[in-house]
Every structure is written in structure tokens, then in C-alpha cells.
């Protein structure tokens, strides 16, 4: 394959992993890691597996002994179909690197229908970051192979396994003495049968088509149903750019989205501006608008100097339309130093905190220094940044107090999002480092993992509200007191049994559109913190997670906030508590009102209603499920009043209070 491959290498090293004084403060955006370019077209094999840690219970479309499923964002890769079917890509590998390919899997309706398989893929040749969209009840993927073009795959009949396989060449990208027509990193959507799809060319350095390096470029394709053909357009430099303007482009550091009559590009990287391409006539004229201008003007990666460490995109971004056509923007923040042009290699911060969320209605961010996009700068001047969470609710995320390795997906610590916008809500699903001291000590050093997370905005962007953590699994508790290890030098040890770890969850990805109530999406779990591809080392499979949730449960199921009552107690184990996350609303009430909470399992319930002289006016035996709940109750016949609502199960109670006039 032809990709960047990122091995990153922490400058620093392991002293007190398990140290008890944390820091709440910690300036870990002065913690450079190294990045160094590797150019060569073949990645290593994974070496053999590990054996598991432990296994685990969820919805499983697949599994993969590749492990980095993007060089920053991600490309479509999951279609929601209005029946309610829905199907899903990824890059799948075997044992050895030849068998990477695109992994398929299918919802009927009832059931994922595909091998899990990490050697099933849908191409008989090697491919990888397959993407995927869909035109009626055809599938349509593009994946490249590394060296020549884009492998472009169709099924004319949705879960049908029926693909048959053409390829697209790029524009011819010359180094003055030879050239070539290799496209990667694709993505790709589409409005009725009109395709869009954007690419780079070659990156070997050196090729330059238009006089940029890995050039991003755009095709308008239109799908022929009688024949299950695509007819391409010309390319074109997204954004309409110059190599003044942009002198190169970097593979997924961009995102597509299309809506109605509109289509929108996003390039979000860390060398040059933000800027968004637009057009509102299905993709035959568009406008570009700078978002963020980077206080470097021309800047890339291979010939600036960058010794003041500006703060920049992270090159992580996502990118969603609204029923309005309006844009909605997220991208991680960094920082960045490159002190040597002659090392091939720059420097990131991982531990830079902060995301920026940003849409069409808000102003750019314009005529930047190197501090503009420092997240409490940013913050300061009014735009919505999303940060680490705190998940035990002592006061704040933890970094430890002795040096842990992050994870290299060179990237922010907060980041990799992936927007939905639809009836003027927001949904943002994104992964971020995990509150202490969730850490990976399979392979001796410690590294962060990283999560899974949503929120949402119920007016537009304009304000987000509560946290859910979408990847926690049930089966692990939180430990914040280490002194009953008798042995301290033998902690690395006892870590994997004193505590159950919830692993690595990263590069979520989210069908751009709600059905049935319904928001459904994918992401890359397994026990190993970073890529083992990219990192090295030995690698075990990792899992393809699939989860669907009610859109009105982002911020109430697994709410942050309040997850902890409900699941971390200190090193005994697991709280009995069953139920977390409970809200009203309306509160005040008048007529009805809803109860909502999150349940850890099934169980039988009594929700009963006491007045504040303790007497109880209202009681009823309920069950409830796993996950989201939501109880519809009538106050017709309470007194104006205040009154305490108990949802009790064998193993706890939980109360809130409402409030009837």
C-alpha cells in the first residue's frame, strides 16, 4: 500500500506509572512526539498475535490484523438505508499484508449477514481505506491499490456480495522524469445517481500534478442503473488552488458531505488553511471559504522551518450538511515543530486538549498568530470546544503524574470526529484520551487509550449539552487507589488483574443520516493503544464495532456526569447500582411528564413518586431494558408541588426531583 506511515516515537519514558499523585494541569502540550515520513510503498506485516486479553460481548461486523483505519479523518464508510438496512465497510487484513483489502458486512434488517473474518474482502486484489456510498439499492465502493489508480466496486442489489470491479487513473502526476496516475485515500458520497468523490495523487515526493504535492482532486461521476457503470469527469484541484496557495495536500486530512442539492469539501490539515469548498448546484460550481487561516502562508511539511510551535489543525476533521444546506465543521487541535528540513520528520503535541466545532453561521477565523487556535483563546472568543471528560467526577481529566506514553495516531487529544445534523439538532461522535487511569500496559510501557464519545446540540451549534461515553463496556470498573498493592515494583504486573480495562476505541465513523430515530456507526476496538502496524510490535486482531443508538439518547445514555454513580466505586469492584443518566422533562410539569435513564442490564423495576412528607401518591412495576429508557408518567391528578421519583431495581435506587404546577 501506498500510505504515510506515521511511526511515532514518545520522547520521553516511563518513570511512575502508577503513581497516586495525579496532575489535574499538566501542560502535556510541551510534550513533543517525533513523527518521521516513511516513503516506502510497503508497510510491515504484522508479526504474530498476541493472545486476547480478555473477550468481549458486542456487535461485531468484523475483525482485522490492520489496525489504522486512517492516516486522520474518516472517509464514508457506513450507509444507513431508509428500509432500515444498513451496510458497512473498513480495511481487513489477514496474517500477511497482501490479503488487505475492503471488509464488507451487511444488515438485513434482523441480522448482520457477512463473515467476520479478517481475511474476507471484497476484491481479489490488495487494496485499502475503502469507502463507501450508495444510489438506490446499489453499493458503490472505492478503495485504491497502492500504485496505478482507484479500485472502483459495484453491487447492483444491496446485500448481494455481487461486485463487479473497474478502475479510475488520476491525472498523470510527473517528478520531470517519469509519472504516474496513482490516486488514494479516497472518499466518497453521493446526491440521486450524481457520485462524488475526492482523492490525491501520487505522494511519493517529488510528483506534482498542477505543481502540488499529493494533490487532492475531485470527480463528478453520474451511475447508469441499466448498465451498473459510472461515468467520471475531468478532475479538478478541490478548492480551485494553486500551488502558491496550498504547495501540498495530505491524505485524509478532508471530509465530504452531501445533502439535498449540495455538496461541501472539507480540507482541514495541519500544514495549511482550513478551508471549506461548496456548491449548491450538485457539484457544477462551487465557492471556497477560509475557515481557518494558518499563520503560515504556503507552509507544508517538507520545506518549512516551524520553530514557535503554532497551534493548528490536527488534521482529524469532519463534516456534516444540514436540512439548510449549512455547513457544520470539526477538526482536533495541535501543535507543531519542525526544526530540522534535513531529518525527514516533524514533531506534534498529543496532549494538546481541544476541538473546534464551527459552522456557516459563525465567522472565520481569520488573520490567525501562532496562539489564535489555542483552545482557551479560541474558547474565549466564543466558538464551542470540546474537551477531555471527566469521568469519575473528581474534579477534572487526569493526565498521571508520571510520564505514560500517548497513543501515536498523531492527532490532539481530543479529536477524530464525525458530525450529523438533521431538524436542526447536532450530533458529534468523536474519540478522545481517557480520564485516568485507564492505560494500556499489555506490552510493558504504559499509553493512554482512547474512547469513544458523543454529544449533541439541540439548537443548531449553537450550544452542545452533556457527554455520553459510547465505548465504555460494563465489565470494567475504575480504580483510583493503589495502595493495597503490597508489591509497588510489581504493579506493571498486577495492572491487568486489578483492572478490567476498556481497551482502545478509535476511529469512530457515522452513517450521515438518522433513520428511524436512529443514529448508526462503527468503530476500530482492540487492547493495544495506537497502531501496532504503525507502532510496531507484536498485534492481536482488532474488532470492527458496530453500535446503533437513539439519537435522543446521546447525552443521557452512559452520561459522563453521572456514569461513575452507576459503575466505578474504588478497588472492591463494580458498584450494584443499575440505572444512571436520570432526567425529566418537562420539569417543571404540568400534564406528563418522561422519565429517562440508561440501564446497565435488564432487570424488573418499581418507579414510584413520594410527596416531601414521604408519603408515596404513585407506584408501578416496570421493566426496563438495557441501555436507553425512556417512562412516560401523569401528573394530571398531583398537587402543584415538589415531589422525589424513585426508579428502584433489586440491586439500587435512583432520584431526582420534579416539580408539578
Given at each position: 500500500?501506498k500510505k504515510?506511515?506515521l ?12 503513581a497516586q ?7 502535556l502540550?510541551t ?7 516513511l516513503?516506502?510503498?510497503?508497510e510491515?506485516?504484522?508479526?504474530e ?17 490492520y ?8 472517509a ?10 444498513i451496510s458497512a ?10 490479503s488487505?483489502g ?9 441480522n ?11 476484491e ?6 475503502g469507502?463507501?456510498?450508495?444510489v438506490?439499492n ?10 496505478t489508480a482507484?479500485v ?8 448481494s456480495n455481487?461486485?463487479?470491479?473497474t478502475t479510475?487513473?488520476?491525472?498523470a ?6 509519472t ?9 458520497v ?7 468523490l ?10 506534482l500534478?498542477?505543481?502540488?504535492q ?7 461521476g453520474t451511475?447508469d442503473?441499466?448498465t ?13 488552488v494553486?500551488a ?9 486530512s478532508y471530509a465530504?458531505?452531501a445533502?439535498?442539492n449540495?455538496?461541501?469539501i472539507?480540507n482541514?490539515p ?10 449548491s448546484?450538485?457539484?457544477?460550481n ?5 475557515i481557518?487561516?494558518?499563520?503560515y502562508?504556503?507552509?507544508?511539511e ?15 476533521c469532519?463534516?456534516?450538511?444540514d436540512?439548510?444546506g ?7 487541535i495541535?501543535?507543531?515543530?519542525n526544526d ?11 496532549g494538546?486538549?481541544g476541538?473546534l466545532?464551527?459552522n ?10 501562532t496562539?489564535?487556535l489555542?483552545?482557551?483563546n479560541?474558547?474565549?472568543?466564543g466558538?464551542?470546544v ?5 469521568l469519575?467526577?473528581?474534579g477534572?481529566?487526569y493526565?498521571?503524574g508520571?510520564e ?6 498523531g ?10 445534523a ?8 468523536y474519540?478522545?484520551?481517557l480520564d485516568?487511569?485507564f492505560?494500556?500496559v499489555?506490552?510493558g ?5 482512547r474512547?469513544v ?8 451549534g449553537n450550544?452542545?449539552?452533556d457527554?455520553?461515553w459510547?465505548?465504555y463496556?460494563?465489565d470494567?470498573y475504575?480504580?483510583?487507589d493503589?495502595?493495597?498493592?503490597s508489591?509497588t515494583n ?10 478490567y480495562?476498556?481497551g ?9 443520516n438518522i ?6 456507526m ?19 486482531e482488532?474488532?470492527?464495532h458496530?453500535q446503533?443508538?437513539?439519537a435522543d ?8 456526569n453521572?456514569?461513575?454513580q ?12 443499575v440505572?444512571?443518566?436520570m432526567?425529566?422533562?418537562p420539569n ?7 422519565v429517562?435513564f440508561s ?9 414510584s413518586v413520594?410527596?416531601?412528607?414521604g408519603?408515596t401518591?404513585?407506584t408501578?412495576?416496570?421493566?426496563i ?5 425512556m417512562l412516560?408518567?401523569?401528573v ?5 408541588g415538589?415531589?422525589?421519583v424513585?426508579?428502584k ?5 435512583s432520584?431526582q426531583k420534579?416539580?408539578v404546577?
Open positions: 500500500m504515510i506511515l511511526a511515532v516515537t514518545a520522547l520521553f519514558l516511563v518513570n511512575a506509572m502508577f499523585d495525579v496532575v489535574k494541569s499538566r501542560d502540550s510534550v513533543a512526539m517525533k513523527k518521521t515520513i516513503t516506502g510503498r510497503e510491515a506485516a504484522p508479526q498475535a498476541m493472545p486476547m486479553v480478555r473477550s468481549i460481548s458486542r456487535n461485531i461486523l468484523g475483525t482485522t490484523f489496525d489504522l483505519q486512517t492516516n486522520g479523518s474518516q464514508p464508510k457506513i450507509y444507513a438505508h431508509p428500509d432500515g438496512t465497510v473498513w480495511t481487513t487484513m489477514a496474517s500477511a499484508a497482501s488487505r475492503t471488509g464488507y458486512n451487511y444488515y438485513n434488517g434482523n448482520w449477514i457477512n463473515s467476520s473474518s479478517s481475511s474476507d474482502r471484497i481479489n486484489v490488495r487494496t485499502g481505506w469507502t463507501m456510498t450508495c438506490g446499489a453499493e458503490i465502493v472505492a478503495s485504491h491499490n497502492g500504485t482507484l472502483i466496486g459495484v453491487c447492483p442489489q444491496k446485500g455481487n461486485w463487479t470491479f479510475l487513473e488520476g491525472p502526476a510527473s517528478n520531470g522524469s517519469q504516474s496516475t496513482c490516486l488514494l485515500w479516497p472518499a466518497m453521493s446526491i440521486g445517481n450524481t457520485i462524488h475526492i482523492a490525491c495523487t501520487e505522494s511519493d515526493a517529488g510528483y500534478y498542477q505543481g502540488i499529493t494533490c487532492l482532486v475531485y470527480y463528478r451511475f442503473a441499466s451498473n457503470t459510472i461515468t467520471w469527469s475531468e478532475p479538478r484541484v478541490v478548492g480551485d494553486t502558491q496557495e496550498v504547495p501540498a495536500f495530505s491524505g485524509d465530504i458531505a445533502k439535498g449540495t455538496v461541501a472539507l482541514a495541519s500544514w495549511n488553511d482550513v478551508f471549506l469548498w461548496k456548491s448546484d450538485n457539484g457544477v462551487f465557492t471556497k471559504t477560509t481557518f487561516e494558518h499563520p502562508e504556503g507552509c507544508s517538507a520545506t518549512t522551518l516551524i520553530l514557535d510551535t503554532p497551534y493548528v489543525a490536527d488534521g482529524a469532519a463534516l456534516a450538511l436540512d439548510n449549512t455547513a457544520h465543521v470539526a477538526f482536533g495541535t501543535r507543531l515543530l530540522d528540513l534535513s531529518d525527514g520528520s516533524y514533531s506534534y503535541y498529543p494538546v486538549v476541538m466545532y464551527w456557516e453561521n459563525q465567522q472565520p477565523i481569520l488573520n490567525t498568530n496562539y489564535t489555542e483552545p482557551s479560541i474558547e474565549a472568543a466558538y464551542t470540546i474537551h477531555r471528560s471527566d469519575n467526577n473528581d477534572g481529566a493526565w498521571s508520571g505514560v506514553d500517548f497513543p501515536g495516531y492527532v490532539g487529544a481530543v479529536s477524530m470526529p464525525q458530525l450529523v438533521e431538524n436542526g439538532k447536532v450530533y458529534m461522535i474519540s478522545t484520551i485516568w487511569p492505560l494500556d499489555n506490552n510501557a504504559a499509553k493512554y487509550y474512547g464519545f458523543a454529544t449533541k446540540s439541540l439548537d443548531n450550544t452542545f449539552g457527554v455520553s459510547l465505548s463496556n460494563k470494567c475504575y480504580l483510583d493503589w495502595s493495597w498493592v508489591d510489581d504493579v506493571m504486573q498486577h495492572a491487568m488483574e486489578a483492572l480495562v476498556d482502545e476505541s478509535v476511529f469512530p465513523v457515522v452513517a450521515p433513520v428511524n430515530g436512529q443514529i448508526n462503527w468503530w476500530q476496538q482492540d487492547f493495544f493503544a495506537g497502531s501496532q502496524v504503525k507502532d510496531g510490535g507484536n498485534v492481536a482488532s474488532y470492527i458496530y446503533t443508538l437513539d439518547s446521546v447525552g443521557v445514555y452512559n452520561n459522563t453521572e456514569v461513575w452507576g459503575i466505578w466505586i474504588d478497588h472492591t469492584g463494580l458498584s450494584n447500582k440505572i444512571s443518566g432526567k425529566m422533562y417543571p410539569a404540568t400534564n406528563n411528564v418522561n429517562t440501564s446497565e442490564e435488564n432487570a424488573a423495576a418499581v418507579i413520594m410527596n416531601l412528607m408519603q401518591v404513585y408501578e412495576n416496570v421493566n431494558h438495557e441501555g436507553y429508557n412516560n408518567l401523569s394530571n391528578n398531583f398537587s402543584n415538589v415531589y422525589m424513585n426508579i431495581t433489586d440491586k439500587g435506587i432520584t420534579l416539580i404546577k
